[in-house]
């Protein structure tokens, strides 16, 4: 007799104990013949619209409970299934689409808006749940083949590698893995016989490891939920988009250095290794600056051009730049400039837009300075418009006028922006107004005055009528996180102290901040040395950046999420040796998993 295929193995134990609880968690729970006669409902759809042998079924589901009866139908019908993670970007998600080209899509309405516009035949998750709940649908016989459900059918695609790739492994590679997974008793069969097929390399085997479980007769939770008897269960599915821990603050890294000495490539490491290690551990994003002609912050002249390389070494993270000085570009050429790295990260762009502060930066177009605010905010109206698909009417190089759309079109249907402030009120105001994000900073206001501000912001968001939600504020703080104090004041006094006095603006704020009022300029450089060793010690000590241990910088995020803070950008590249940075990113993590998380 052949062995069974998984979906007949889940119908035998079906039908031995119909009652017993298969699927468990956030307070709901589905029995073995409830989740058969989810799966017999999907089987009969999928069937109808053409599922068969070797037919790829992708599926996009956000609630883990709902998964198995998704999966079952799919190799209930003869088909293979392929497994999307719906908490990447959109892009991303029209990228694998495209890539795996399945017939049918196996998805939830809730997941609606994040699939691409073009797309296969849809199979609504929930009409067919709903259609099994409301009847009993019948159940096949636990020995009956079906069509396709051979021990050479293809049953299922894994993604390999973090890309495009894919590894298909038949029912009879299944049933193997099962066997695998029964000789050990389910301690490292996955990885054991992973490792055999050349899977340990990224796969994702926790599908195939839910369905060992559910058809030996386990009751399977979703990630991070526990049974009664305490026993941590295994994850299985993809993340929810909204699953998960949340936190109440979210991290990200932030560069914009002084880099009179060393060389560019190993500051641009640094950017590139961060980007990575923050991909990998889920920070929420990477912010490039813009800056001309001068060492501080000078290997940043476009941040579009970094972004793309950011984009081609990252999969999750959101590129953004903070910022783009709109009034020194053409709106029609940045609008170009980020569709473009919109398509390369799969829709992870943002773009935050300052006015301009360095009037020698102004060389690039000196009409714009005097009325840069102005500027601004209709450079921000224009890119908005093109980014949509609308059409600009301009005048061409023969004197006629040229109807103009940006090429390529962007993956996002809306650029997530955000307008930078340096302190004034009027600009928190003017983000509000604009239904923009705000990047802000410490230097030179405390938490306290930063919770006015925000306030402020929230106000005109609201009065402006903008959509649900309340806006979005980002912080840029100085970091550097070790288990030890003195380790910290080791590797930073020295390049902090020497990055503040090559700001004229930073060091003007902290001059003020000890009760000096003279320009710090004039001061010589012992008095200079003072100055800077006293803004050092009041800087750290009044948490104005995240310098210290994972403990001590505890207290700076508690100040922020009171002042209604959203997400700390955490600026790493400020003197301390690149090497150094990278080992301490490990720590700056550990302060990021230990945040609160208050829901949202």
């Given at each position: 007799?052949?062995e069974?295929?998984?979906?007949?193995?889940?119908?035998?134990?079906?039908?031995?104990?119909?009652?017993?609880?298969?699927?468990?968690?956030?307070?709901?729970?589905?029995?073995?013949?409830?989740?058969?006669?989810g799966?017999?409902?999907?089987?009969?759809?999928?069937?109808?619209?053409?599922?068969?042998?070797?037919?790829?079924?992708?599926?996009?589901?956000?609630?883990?409970?709902?998964?198995?009866?998704?999966?079952?139908?799919?190799?209930?019908?003869?088909?293979?299934?392929?497994?999307?993670?719906?908490?990447?970007?959109?892009?991303?998600?029209?990228?694998?689409?495209?890539?795996?080209?399945?017939?049918?899509?196996?998805?939830?309405?809730?997941?609606?808006?994040?699939?691409?516009?073009?797309?296969p035949?849809?199979?609504?998750?929930?009409?067919?749940?709903?259609?099994?709940?409301?009847?009993?649908?019948?159940?096949?016989?636990?020995?009956?083949?079906?069509?396709?459900?051979?021990?050479?059918?293809?049953?299922?695609?894994?993604?390999?590698?973090?890309?495009?790739?894919?590894?298909?492994?038949?029912?009879?590679?299944l049933?193997?893995?099962?066997?695998?997974?029964?000789?050990?008793?389910?301690?490292?069969?996955?990885?054991?016989?992973?490792?055999?097929?050349?899977?340990?390399?990224?796969a994702?085997?926790?599908?195939?490891?839910?369905?060992?479980?559910?058809?030996?007769?386990?009751?399977?939770?979703?990630?991070?939920?526990?049974?009664?008897?305490?026993?941590?269960?295994?994850?299985?599915?993809?993340?929810?988009?909204?699953?998960?821990?949340?936190?109440?603050?979210?991290?990200?890294?932030?560069?914009?250095?002084?880099?009179?000495?060393?060389?560019?490539?190993?500051?641009?490491?640094?950017?590139?290794?961060?980007?990575?290690?923050?991909?990998?551990?889920?920070?929420?994003a990477?912010?490039?600056?813009?800056?001309?002609?001068?060492?501080?912050?000078?290997?940043?002249?476009?941040?579009?051009?970094?972004?793309?390389?950011?984009?081609?070494?990252?999969?999750?993270?959101?590129?953004?730049?903070?910022?783009?000085?709109l009034?020194?570009?053409?709106?029609?050429?940045?609008?170009?400039?980020?569709?473009?790295?919109?398509?390369?990260?799969?829709?992870?762009?943002?773009?935050?837009?300052?006015?301009?502060?360095?009037?020698?930066?102004?060389?690039?177009?000196?009409g714009?300075?005097?009325?840069?605010?102005?500027?601004?905010?209709?450079?921000?109206?224009?890119?908005?418009?093109?980014?949509?698909?609308?059409?600009?009417?301009l005048?061409?190089?023969?004197?006629?006028?040229?109807?103009?759309?940006?090429?390529p079109?962007?993956?996002?249907?809306?650029?997530p922006?955000?307008?930078?402030?340096?302190?004034?009120?009027?600009?928190?105001?003017?983000?509000?107004?604009?239904?923009?994000?705000?990047?802000?900073?410490?230097?030179?206001q405390?938490?306290?005055?930063?919770?006015?501000?925000?306030?402020?912001?929230?106000?005109?968001?609201?009065?402006?009528?903008?959509?649900?939600?309340?806006?979005?504020?980002?912080?840029?703080?100085?970091?550097?996180?070790?288990?030890?104090?003195?380790?910290?004041?080791?590797?930073v006094?020295?390049?902090l102290?020497?990055?503040?006095?090559?700001?004229?603006?930073?060091?003007?704020?902290?001059?003020?901040?000890?009760?000096?009022?003279?320009?710090?300029?004039?001061?010589?450089?012992?008095?200079?040395?003072?100055?800077?060793?006293?803004?050092y010690?009041?800087?750290?000590?009044?948490?104005?950046?995240?310098?210290?241990?994972?403990?001590?910088?505890?207290?700076?995020?508690?100040?922020?999420?009171?002042?209604?803070?959203?997400?700390?950008?955490?600026?790493?590249?400020?003197?301390?040796?690149?090497?150094?940075?990278?080992?301490?990113?490990?720590?700056?993590?550990?302060l990021?998993?230990?945040?609160?998380?208050?829901?949202?």
């Open positions: 007799m052949p069974r295929t998984v979906h007949q193995q889940f119908a035998a134990r079906a039908a031995a104990a119909p009652g017993a609880v298969a699927v468990a968690g956030g307070g709901r729970e589905a029995s073995y013949a409830e989740v058969e006669r799966a017999a409902a999907v089987a009969g759809r999928l069937r109808a619209l053409g599922v068969g042998p070797e037919t790829l079924v992708a599926v996009a589901v956000d609630r883990p409970l709902d998964l198995p009866a998704a999966l079952l139908g799919i190799l209930a019908a003869g088909g293979a299934y392929l497994l999307l993670d719906p908490a990447v970007p959109p892009g991303r998600l029209a990228q694998q689409l495209a890539a795996c080209r399945p017939a049918v899509i196996v998805a939830q309405r809730s997941l609606a808006r994040r699939l691409p516009p073009r797309l035949p849809v199979l609504w998750l929930e009409e067919a749940l709903g259609e099994a709940a409301g009847a009993e649908a019948k159940r096949p016989e636990a020995g009956a083949e079906l069509p396709g459900a051979t021990s050479d059918a293809l049953a299922c695609a894994l993604p390999v590698g973090g890309g495009d790739g894919m590894i298909r492994l038949t029912h009879g590679n049933v193997d893995f099962f066997a695998a997974m029964d000789a050990a008793g389910g301690d490292g069969g996955a990885g054991a016989w992973m490792a055999a097929m050349g899977l340990a390399g990224g994702d085997g926790g599908s195939l490891e839910m369905l060992w479980r559910l058809c030996r007769g386990c009751r399977v939770t979703p990630r991070g939920e526990r049974e009664g008897s305490g026993a941590a269960r295994p994850a299985f599915g993809p993340p929810a988009v909204a699953g998960g821990r949340e936190r109440d603050l979210d991290f990200s890294l932030f560069y914009f250095g002084n880099y009179a000495a060393g060389r560019a490539a190993d500051h641009y490491r640094l950017v590139l290794e961060g980007a990575r290690f923050a991909d990998r551990q889920g920070f929420r990477i912010w490039t600056p813009e800056r001309h002609f001068h060492e501080f912050g000078g290997l940043f002249p476009n941040p579009a051009v970094l972004a793309a390389a950011i984009a081609v070494v990252t999969e999750r993270l959101q590129i953004r730049a903070g910022s783009v000085v009034p020194l570009h053409d709106p029609l050429r940045v609008a170009e400039e980020w569709s473009l790295v919109d398509n390369l990260s799969g829709g992870r762009t943002g773009v935050s837009f300052a006015s301009g502060w360095h009037a020698n930066d102004f060389v690039l177009r000196p714009a300075y005097a009325d840069r605010h102005e500027i601004m905010r209709r450079g921000i109206d224009t890119v908005r418009r093109l980014w949509r698909g609308e059409a600009l009417r005048p061409g190089g023969a004197g006629n006028e040229v109807e103009v759309r940006i090429y079109r962007p993956v996002q249907a809306e650029l922006i955000w307008v930078t402030a340096a302190g004034s009120p009027e600009t928190f105001r003017l983000a509000g107004e604009l239904g923009a994000g705000v990047l802000t900073h410490l230097l030179g405390d938490a306290a005055e930063i919770a006015g501000k925000i306030a402020a912001y929230r106000g005109a968001w609201r009065e402006a009528g903008h959509g649900p939600g309340a806006g979005w504020v980002t912080v840029m703080l100085h970091a550097y996180v070790a288990p030890h104090l003195a380790a910290v004041h080791a590797a006094r020295e390049p102290s020497a990055y503040l006095k090559t700001s004229f603006g930073l060091l003007r704020s902290l001059a003020a901040s000890v009760g000096l009022d003279s320009d710090p300029r004039q001061l010589g450089a012992a008095e200079l040395d003072l100055l800077v060793a006293r803004a010690d009041r800087y750290v000590a009044s948490g104005a950046g995240l310098i210290g241990t994972p403990e001590s910088c505890a207290a700076t995020l508690e100040r922020l999420r009171a002042a209604g803070v959203d997400e700390v950008a955490c600026l790493i590249d400020f003197g301390v040796g690149t090497d150094q940075v990278l080992a301490s990113l490990p720590h700056l993590d550990e990021r998993r230990r945040s609160p998380a208050p829901q949202k």
